[in-house]
């Protein structure tokens, strides 16, 4: 079924799948046009512009683009609003670029401009999203993207609240606190889901029998973003005035359930499915860069308590590039050799991916402008492996 719907392109995944790659070569001309300007801080608006590039243009358009092609499959049930995919992709798009250029700071114009357009296109997606969803228990893959597309709703809000700050008023709350769990249910709850869900059709696609993902990561990622959303809640009608370092512990604490979750519990289950590299029923370099994905998760969470012990800029931006081009990156790229394979082989992308993530921490570390100039032309050939190839009719 997965084959017939690649042909018939009649799943409203293909605009999605084709924008990722065009979001990474932005992010690299990005890189190319401010250098290390760029990596110096997290909070820089260039940095914030050159993120989301990633964040919402790579891992978002892949993960809403796996879903169309995926879950009704998965589900057996017919997709509803077909006819809204297109329209959700085109505002989503032009939300997207807006935001990225106006977090980039060139003037506020943008970021309202974005706002108007990403909330009549998250509409089109999570209104026929929710309702093919409706109803879904089971753990993975099916209750997996249930489980990533609430998380996406969740964070899709929690963003556009938070942009209203970027576009010159009033931020909601304290703002560390804010992204910080911004951040944490989308790494975590959004990616993590879409992971889960993503490996499981692969296995299921192939013929193989997985051993089912344990109830308990779907328990305890739904219960740390129900913490986290509580906790937002609470500072918001003024009930966590507290020190900024004792709010971001709050947070933490919060957001611990589905970091847990999804750092650990579910890498475990993945590397136990992909195990016997010989037999595995997954093609090998496929299985190579599912392994490569899952293996970032620890490595964030490892990377997330470096940067909270160092609290400079630098381990932040390096924990950056770790969490959003290593685990929700890789993530996005298995996805898309999974549904819409490009021309080159897993090992080549891998490759390529993997070099752009060594430059770009070593451009970060070093506050190179040559090494963060390289690292935005190396995104810029890399997002051109990645375009799919044409599916035959």
């Not at 590039?53 to 683009?65: H, I, N, P, Q, R």
């Not at 910080?180 to 059709?201: C, D, E, N, P, R």
């Not at 219960?223 to 003024?238: N, S």
């Not at 924990?319 to 021309?343: D, E, N, Q």
Request: net charge positive.
């Amino acid at each position: 079924m997965v084959r017939q719907s690649r042909a018939s392109g009649g799943d409203g995944a293909a605009p999605y799948f084709y924008t990722a790659p065009a979001a990474v070569a932005c992010a690299g001309i990005t890189l190319l046009l401010h250098g290390e300007l760029a990596l110096l801080d997290s909070w820089s608006p260039i940095t914030m512009g050159f993120t989301h590039f990633a964040t919402l243009g790579f891992v978002s358009m892949t993960g809403m683009g796996a879903f169309y092609r995926t879950a009704p499959m998965l589900l057996d049930r017919p997709q509803p609003g077909r006819a809204l995919a297109l329209a959700g992709w085109l505002g989503f798009a032009i939300g997207a670029a807006s935001l990225c250029i106006g977090l980039a700071g060139v003037s506020v114009t943008p970021v309202f401009v974005a706002i108007g357009a990403l909330f009549p296109a998250l509409l089109a997606f999570f209104w026929p999203a929710t309702r093919l969803l409706r109803g879904t228990t089971e753990p993975a893959p099916g209750g997996a993207w249930r489980l990533a597309v609430y998380a996406f709703l969740t964070v899709a809000a929690l963003g556009i609240w938070v942009a209203h700050g970027h576009g010159g008023m009033k931020f909601p709350g304290p703002r560390a606190l804010w992204i910080q769990l911004h951040l944490s249910i989308a790494l975590f709850g959004w990616v993590g889901g879409m992971a889960v869900a993503g490996l499981g059709v692969r296995v299921r696609d192939v013929g193989g029998t997985p051993n089912p993902l344990p109830r308990l990561w779907s328990q305890l990622a739904t219960l740390g973003i129900v913490l986290c959303v509580v906790v937002l809640a609470v500072d918001y009608a003024g009930g966590l005035e507290v020190e900024p370092a004792t709010a971001r512990a709050v947070g933490l604490l919060a957001a611990s359930p589905v970091i847990v979750a999804t750092a650990l519990w579910s890498t475990r289950w993945a590397f136990a499915e992909l195990a016997g590299p010989n037999d595995h029923p997954l093609a090998r370099d496929e299985a190579l860069l599912w392994r490569a994905a899952f293996a970032f998760g620890p490595i964030t969470l490892a990377a997330a308590a470096l940067a909270i012990l160092q609290d400079d800029a630098a381990s932040r931006v390096l924990f950056g590039w770790i969490a959003i081009w290593g685990w929700a990156g890789l993530v996005a790229h298995a996805l898309l050799r999974s549904l819409a394979p490009p021309r080159l082989g897993a090992q080549v992308t891998l490759g390529l991916h993997l070099a752009t993530l060594a430059v770009g921490l070593l451009a970060t570390a070093t506050r190179n402008g040559e090494l963060a100039l390289f690292a935005g032309a190396a995104l810029i050939a890399f997002a051109l492996t990645l375009i799919p190839r044409p599916q035959r009719a």
